[in-house]
């Protein structure tokens, strides 16, 4: 009985890496050309955005709350980023500068959603999804009216150039290039291996785990999700601690829509719809109660490539886009059923 409940429940708390396994296998049978170096990079590229997302959303969920607003605050930096780089462009900077000055107010931005959303929830005491669903609305007007209904083009080509480019490529029999694409070798020779804004998603996700699990601010985090009382209590500023947490929930949004622009050399006001309920079911696959006091980021990353690789593989079974909706429907019920039943099971680690 013992090694049977000890079974279960190591079968329960990785039950999410074991869907991901079967996905893997089974689309590598059925998905014609999905277990190749291509493939996988489609899966890395249509990560970065959603893993973003994704760890903006674990941050606030582990508070007991939920961010709506992350998919429209993407839309609305890749609009504000883009806007910003044809501007400086026009006034004659160098594309370097237009880039990066974009970025940096963009940055600052994006920023201020976050802000009204905290005061919302913090202070005024307005519940988190009526008060993100309100500032999803005025970020998404705001964007449309800056475009006025269009996308933002005309960023300098310098934003294809790092936003498409390779952290490594392989030349076989020559060696490893870092960043620079060996001018010698271009051609089918060389094998681009990792995108560069992967890296670059990476590095700020574990930055944001070691925030969440190292440190004092995350242990203040999960006090608060678990017990917002007993955490006032224990002396923590829970009205402070939740606007930083809205803040940063709006900075990793804001990532994501500058990586978006950078990516796709445009902005769209729609740019994070499709990615706002996908996000928050990342997180709730990865482990996290919705009640609050639970999750961890890299089980959210871990729900992110369950969603990602589900994408990939429906399209490359010529799947119909809108049935993924379906399947990923399915997937959270079954999610929220096992943390609804079986809580102390799943949650055993954390």
Do not use: C
Not at 206 to 225: C, D, E, N, P, W
Request: charged share 10%; glycine share 10%.
């Amino acid at each position: 009985m013992a090694r049977a409940g000890g079974f279960t429940t190591l079968i329960g708390q990785r039950w999410a890496m074991l869907f991901l396994l079967i996905e893997l296998v089974f689309f590598s049978f059925l998905g014609g050309g999905f277990f190749t170096m291509n493939g996988f990079q489609i899966v890395l590229f249509y990560s970065t955005t959603l893993a973003l997302l994704a760890t903006a959303e674990t941050f606030v969920i582990v508070t007991g709350g939920i961010d709506l607003s992350v998919g429209f605050v993407m839309g609305f930096a890749s609009v504000v980023s883009a806007k910003l780089a044809v501007r400086f462009d026009s006034l004659g900077l160098a594309p370097e500068l237009s880039i990066l000055f974009a970025v940096l107010v963009t940055l600052a931005i994006g920023l201020l959603p976050g802000f009204v959303n905290g005061v919302l929830v913090a202070r005024l005491k307005v519940p988190p999804f009526l008060a993100t669903f309100a500032v999803q609305g005025i970020t998404y007007g705001t964007s449309l009216i800056i475009t006025q209904g269009s996308a933002a083009i005309n960023v300098p080509n310098l934003a294809n150039v790092i936003g498409n480019s390779y952290f490594i490529h392989l030349v076989p029999g020559r060696g490893i290039w870092f960043f620079t694409r060996p001018e010698a070798a271009r051609g089918a020779d060389v094998i681009d291996i990792i995108p560069t804004m992967v890296v670059v998603t990476v590095l700020v996700i574990a930055v944001a785990s070691f925030l969440l699990k190292r440190t004092r601010f995350g242990r203040h985090t999960y006090a608060i999700g678990g017990n917002i009382d007993a955490a006032l209590r224990a002396g923590i500023n829970t009205r402070r601690h939740l606007v930083v947490i809205y803040v940063l929930s709006s900075l990793f949004a804001t990532l994501s829509g500058i990586i978006y622009m950078l990516e796709y050399v445009s902005g769209k006001a729609d740019a994070g719809s499709s990615f706002m309920l996908d996000s928050v079911v990342a997180v709730v696959i990865g482990g996290a109660s919705l009640f609050g006091g639970v999750g961890t980021i890299w089980r959210t990353i871990l729900g992110v490539l369950i969603l990602s690789v589900l994408e990939m593989g429906l399209k490359m079974m010529g799947v119909q886009t809108f049935d993924k909706y379906i399947a990923v429907g399915i997937i959270l019920i079954f999610a929220v059923l096992i943390d609804q039943f079986f809580p102390e099971m799943i949650h055993k680690e954390d």
